[in-house]
């Protein structure tokens, strides 16, 4: 496998993107490798090929500075969905007026403005035929679950159980047992954001 490939490669403006990181791999790999894709027409195996590409992939994105990568339609989605979960688990029991329209706001300029054009579509269509319920934490927490789950079901993955409000809780606030491992003696998830 090839191991000269710059993990900064993507500060270079041929390679902007992941894609091409994907590219530029395929193309040192075919050029340093027996095993790799060559004139002669052998192939680099794909398993191969993501491996190396998940571990640039990670070097470059984990880089603060200017190796970061513009987020891809799955990255953009898990930091949405981490901003909107966590919303949802921080909002109001008894949320006011403006609790409430900040909230309907939040899930509006969403559907209006998310970059990846088809997702916002979809996501227009399932909030016209399901509001956005925003009278009480739980509430709330359990119609994000829901949305998530429309897509989740769109792209062939499994169910969040929505009506478990303890489990979505677990998820987006308190954490699991591991997590509270992880915590002991350090920051929480919520003291970090000033919550607890
Ligand atoms: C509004 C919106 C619309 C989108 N539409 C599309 C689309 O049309 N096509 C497309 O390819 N991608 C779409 N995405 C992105 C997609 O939903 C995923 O975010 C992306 O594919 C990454 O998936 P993932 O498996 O890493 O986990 P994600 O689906 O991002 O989930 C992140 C974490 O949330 C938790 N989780 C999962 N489901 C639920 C739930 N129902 N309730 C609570 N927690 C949950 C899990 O712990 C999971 O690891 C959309 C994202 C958003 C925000």
Not at 4 to 16: G, I, K, L
Not at 64 to 79: S, V, Y
Not at 139 to 157: I, M, P, T, Y
Not at 174 to 186: A, H, I, L, Q, V
Request: proline share 6%.
């Amino acid at each position: 496998m090839n191991q000269e490939v710059d993990p900064t490669a993507c500060e270079e403006t041929a390679c902007r993107t992941k894609v091409d990181l994907f590219r530029q791999l395929r193309g040192a790999s075919s050029s340093s490798s027996s095993s790799s894709s060559s004139p002669s027409g052998t192939t680099t195996p794909r398993s191969e090929l993501i491996a190396l590409y998940q571990s640039r992939k990670d070097a470059v994105l984990q880089r603060p500075g200017q190796g970061e990568c513009p987020p891809d339609r799955e990255e953009l989605g898990r930091a949405t969905w981490a901003l909107m979960h966590s919303v949802a688990a921080y909002y109001p029991h008894q949320p006011n007026v403006e609790d409430k329209r900040a909230a309907r706001g939040l899930v509006s300029a969403i559907a209006r403005l998310y970059p990846c054009s088809h997702c916002r579509e979809d996501f227009r269509t399932e909030i016209e035929r399901s509001p956005p319920k925003v009278e009480s934490q739980e509430e709330f927490s359990r119609w994000v679950c829901e949305q998530h789950n429309a897509v989740n079901d769109k792209l062939g993955r499994q169910a969040f159980t929505c009506g478990d409000s303890g489990a979505l809780r677990e998820r987006w606030r308190f954490g699991s047992e591991r997590c509270r491992e992880s915590w002991r003696g350090e920051e929480t998830a919520g003291e970090s954001l000033g919550q607890e």
